[in-house]
């Protein structure tokens, strides 16, 4: 899913994500639940990226219901990546170092100076 226009409380289609994004603020929100014998949890993790502020050709691009990309338009990519583990829940913020390749509909997407930065680490 891929969003290019501002606004709050954007559902992904799978509902594992919620984002509010502005021109300057970008907030994730992920959908986690566990349950173990005599507990259940559910609810949405928020993260916020201190920073941000959009400029011409930002967006944010949900690639699954793990992973959620979000370019400033300038120099700044986010990976936001969400894992849980039985009850833990664990949210990474990555930015230039990624533990995954970059999705061709991201990498296409961003100016050609932060493709020859990100080809150069």
Same mark, same amino acid.
């Given at each position: 899913?891929?969003?290019?226009?501002?606004? %709050?409380?954007?559902? #992904?289609?799978?509902?594992?994500?919620?984002?509010?994004? #502005?021109?300057?603020?970008?907030?994730?929100?992920?959908?986690? #639940?566990? #349950?173990?014998?005599?507990?259940?949890?559910?609810?949405?993790?928020? %993260?916020?990226? =201190?920073?941000?502020?959009?400029?011409?050709?930002?967006?944010?691009?949900?690639?699954?219901?793990?992973?959620?990309?979000?370019?400033?338009?300038?120099?700044?990519?986010?990976? =936001?990546?969400?894992?849980?583990?039985?009850?833990?829940?664990?949210?990474? %913020?990555?930015?230039?170092?990624?533990?995954?390749?970059?999705?061709?509909?991201?990498?296409?997407?961003?100016?050609? =100076?932060?493709?020859?930065?990100?080809?150069?680490?």
């Amino acid at each position: 899913m891929l969003i290019t226009t501002p606004g %709050t409380n954007i559902l #992904s289609q799978d509902r594992f994500w919620e984002i509010d994004v #502005s021109t300057t603020l970008l907030n994730f929100k992920h959908f986690a #639940s566990s #349950s173990s014998p005599g507990e259940s949890m559910s609810g949405f993790v928020s %993260t916020t990226p =201190q920073g941000w502020e959009a400029h011409p050709g930002w967006f944010v691009l949900i690639e699954n219901e793990f992973r959620t990309w979000a370019y400033d338009g300038d120099r700044v990519l986010i990976l =936001q990546e969400e894992t849980s583990e039985g009850a833990r829940f664990k949210g990474t %913020t990555y930015g230039d170092k990624f533990p995954c390749p970059i999705p061709a509909e991201v990498f296409s997407r961003l100016s050609e =100076q932060k493709k020859k930065q990100l080809q150069n680490l």
